[in-house]
């Protein structure tokens, strides 16, 4: 293999302009797997990912291509995830490769992560091609996707590829391009070794399996390599490509992107962004862009039965095996017992965890109200993170108190614009400017609390943009702020667990939410249980559940048993998923419910 015939490629696109269909349809394309197979083993194997039709895991593939030079040529597709809270590994992704087509929904247009993963592209220099998908939609409006290429993009749309990735129409056309308009990868043989870690993923035969993108030199079975982030030294037992299974070969060279096998039991010890060396071919620079994966969201959870403690654990050490951006450590509070303080890159990815530990693991779980971390400076002049209700200290304590805020950028149709602004203000946002992209659309800068998306930012956004308008952001930095610790106390018991820390200005609507939803949650008992929202001791809202003997049988009107066996089961299940607190039993519900606005 000659390296002038390797090209290095991801396809970038907003969420459902068609990422995986259409690296399906080029899998399918180039051979490499039969038709049957492709149904079984598409890119996106997760349970969860096709479900929620979203990428989270990236997976990369070698397609083989005879080009119309006769030339065989090596194209490596690096998949990309396709959300925010994964940009750092798009980046990374981004950063193995020479080129990219960004896909862009002849019926959607440009959209945020359009232009966001556009932008991470210039940075790197890639060779960008312009793919409309969806052109056999009725409502694809190709001319006006090409107004948006040229004027959203910058790119010239003469250049744009018409596709279908679903009935594959103008598919076979973009092999052909990537070869001319995707240079081949220049590195060489600078005489050290080379490498970027872009993913990895664990494979229980085989343990951490690295994806990585060599820039300098080659890499053989029973070397050495070395990882520059902390100087960890392994024996690699085998390199290889992807193509859906993996193909082992006796030796990669610089361009090519691959995997290798070095006997690392933890993904852990394996970070994204790393660079790779040998000990005795040993470069001096590290890649740049190197960063640790930061978790900006924490949530405790906790087995719903306090006997699955252990259950849990095991399946949190199982899952860490797969995700090395999970991060947790053990926690306890008073109402829910033993349970773990868990940090995550964004509420997706709580979402995918927790959806995960109950589906694959099958534990119930409750988790407390997430929370993003807060700067405190005490009275004393010392400064502490907190990312933990729990932690808050006495106010008295307190001078000054910062929180996370991101730099949003929103795309909206114009008329949808005050829409946005009102939302923005309700969250706390400021607007800090726009533009005009085409004589209709728009692109909103906003400086947002990161608490404040971390809630129902993004649903509201959709709602009142009816779907339009389109969102992405980056963490910006600490700013000063008013917060307050909200308690909540069920029937004369303070339950730590529900305690979350919030804006001034919106404790008292929260509570009064709060405390209503709560009052629905909570199933009625056989005394009366009254429900507070308090800041330290004052109470600022109530309400209460009247007593009420459960009898779930009364609806029968006598006669169908199976009907009223079938009740029995459910509220026994049902029983399943609630805690004793106190002497309240709350139900897993319940606590995720004190977050909802409305
Ligand atoms: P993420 O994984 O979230 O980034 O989404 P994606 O960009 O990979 O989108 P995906 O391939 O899952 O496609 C989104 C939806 O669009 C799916 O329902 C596809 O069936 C549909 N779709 C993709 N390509 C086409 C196309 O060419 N025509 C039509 N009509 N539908 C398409």
């Not at 966001?116 to 793919?131: G, K, R, T």
């Not at 039965?305 to 090395?324: M, P, Q, R």
């Not at 009740?567 to 606590?591: D, N």
């Amino acid at each position: 293999l000659n390296k002038k015939n390797i090209r290095n490629f991801s396809i970038i696109a907003h969420i459902d302009h068609g990422k995986s269909t259409l690296s399906d349809r080029l899998i399918q394309l180039s051979g490499i797997i039969s038709e049957r197979d492709m149904k079984e083993q598409i890119l996106d194997s997760m349970d969860i990912e096709r479900e929620r039709g979203i990428t989270i895991k990236s997976q990369t593939v070698s397609l083989p291509y005879t080009a119309q030079d006769g030339k065989t040529y090596l194209l490596n597709l690096i998949d990309t995830p396709g959300h925010v809270d994964f940009s750092y590994e798009v980046s990374r992704a981004l950063a193995s490769c020479e080129g990219a087509l960004i896909l862009v929904d002849a019926s959607q247009g440009v959209e945020a992560q359009t232009l966001a993963n556009l932008y991470l592209a210039m940075e790197h220099d890639l060779a960008i091609i312009p793919v409309i998908n969806k052109i056999d939609l009725p409502s694809a409006e190709i001319e006006w996707a090409k107004e948006q290429i040229e004027e959203d993009l910058g790119l010239d749309s003469d250049d744009a590829i018409l596709v279908s990735a679903k009935t594959g129409i103008g598919v076979d056309k973009i092999f052909e391009i990537i070869v001319k308009k995707i240079p081949p990868p220049v590195s060489g043989d600078a005489g050290f070794f080379k490498a970027l870690v872009f993913d990895s993923h664990y494979d229980a035969f085989r343990g951490t399996i690295v994806h990585f993108r060599i820039f300098e030199g080659s890499i053989k079975k029973g070397e050495k390599i070395q990882f520059m982030s902390n100087n960890a030294q392994y024996k690699v037992e085998e390199v290889g490509l992807f193509q859906i299974v993996r193909q082992p070969q006796d030796e990669l060279i610089a361009g090519q992107v691959g995997y290798f096998i070095a006997g690392i039991k933890n993904i852990s010890d394996v970070k994204i962004g790393d660079t790779v060396t040998m000990a005795d071919k040993r470069c001096d620079k590290a890649m740049a862009g190197f960063r640790e994966p930061t978790p900006v969201v924490f949530s405790s959870m906790y087995p719903v039965a306090s006997d699955d403690y252990e259950e849990l654990t095991e399946a949190l050490e199982k899952l860490k095996l797969n995700d090395a951006s999970l991060i947790y450590e053990k926690d306890s509070s008073v109402a829910l017992g033993f349970g773990y303080r868990c940090g995550f890159l964004g509420l997706l990815h709580l979402e995918v965890v927790q959806e995960r530990l109950e589906r694959e693991y099958n534990v119930s779980l409750i988790l407390t109200s997430p929370s993003v971390m807060y700067e405190i400076t005490y009275t004393d002049g010392t400064i502490k993170i907190i990312d933990n209700p729990v932690q808050y200290p006495d106010p008295a304590e307190i001078s000054r108190v910062r929180e996370p805020f991101i730099k949003a950028s929103i795309i909206v149709p114009d008329k949808y614009m005050g829409n946005v602004m009102q939302v923005c203000h309700e969250f706390r946002g400021v607007s800090k400017n726009y533009q005009y992209l085409t004589s209709n659309r728009m692109e909103m800068k906003f400086e947002l609390p990161l608490a404040e998306v971390v809630y129902e930012f993004y649903d509201r956004l959709k709602s009142v943009t009816q779907g339009y308008g389109s969102f992405d952001y980056e963490i910006a930095g600490y700013q000063e702020t008013d917060l307050v610790k909200l308690d909540f106390i069920i029937n004369g018991e303070r339950v730590d667990a529900l305690s979350q820390l919030i804006h001034r200005d919106k404790a008292e609507a929260r509570a009064r939410t709060a405390c209503k939803k709560l009052r629905e949650e909570i199933p009625r008992q056989q005394f009366k249980i009254p429900i507070q929202g308090a800041i330290g001791g004052k109470i600022i809202s109530r309400e209460t559940i009247s007593a009420f003997r459960k009898d779930v049988t009364a609806k029968c009107y006598g006669g169908d048993i199976s009907r009223k066996r079938k009740l029995l089961e459910k509220q026994k299940k049902g029983k399943k998923r609630m805690k004793m607190v106190g002497s309240v039993e709350i139900p897993q519900s319940a606590f995720l419910s004190v977050l909802k606005t409305d």
